[in-house]
């Protein structure tokens, strides 16, 4: 299973970037897809997740209303949209994915949100 994160950078405040997740190695289409973030100094968090087949979303509070996940089976790839960034955005955020045999990491993609 490989798990490869990139669109990670550096922004400014109310900017957004579209994070995307390819993945290989497993039946793409039968999971569910998972981001998660980890800023300096904190605990890993998970930010937001979509089914299997993208009909049910699940997203974190802070930020409900200016992230989206979304996920094309066809391309085997998940996607994070993110809308009007804030520097307590700023984070390595990770795709993830748990499957019946082990859960998997990407290696990460750096968002950093300043003026």
């Known amino acids: 299973v490989q798990l490869v994160e990139s669109g990670g950078g550096l922004v400014q405040p109310g900017g957004s970037l579209r994070l995307s997740c390819v993945a290989s190695?497993?039946?793409?289409?039968?999971?569910?897809m998972s981001w998660f973030r980890q800023a300096p100094g904190k605990e890993r968090e998970l930010v937001a997740s979509?089914?299997?087949?993208?009909?049910?979303?699940y997203y974190a509070d802070s930020v409900k209303g200016r992230f989206t996940i979304s996920r094309d089976n066809a391309k085997n790839t998940v996607y994070l949209q993110m809308n009007s960034l804030q520097p307590e955005d700023t984070a390595v955020y990770y795709c993830y994915v748990w499957a019946p045999w082990g859960d998997y990491w990407g290696q990460g993609t750096q968002v950093t949100v300043s003026p």
């Open positions: 190695g497993f039946t793409f289409s039968s999971y569910a």
């Open positions: 979509i089914t299997s087949a993208g009909g049910s979303r």
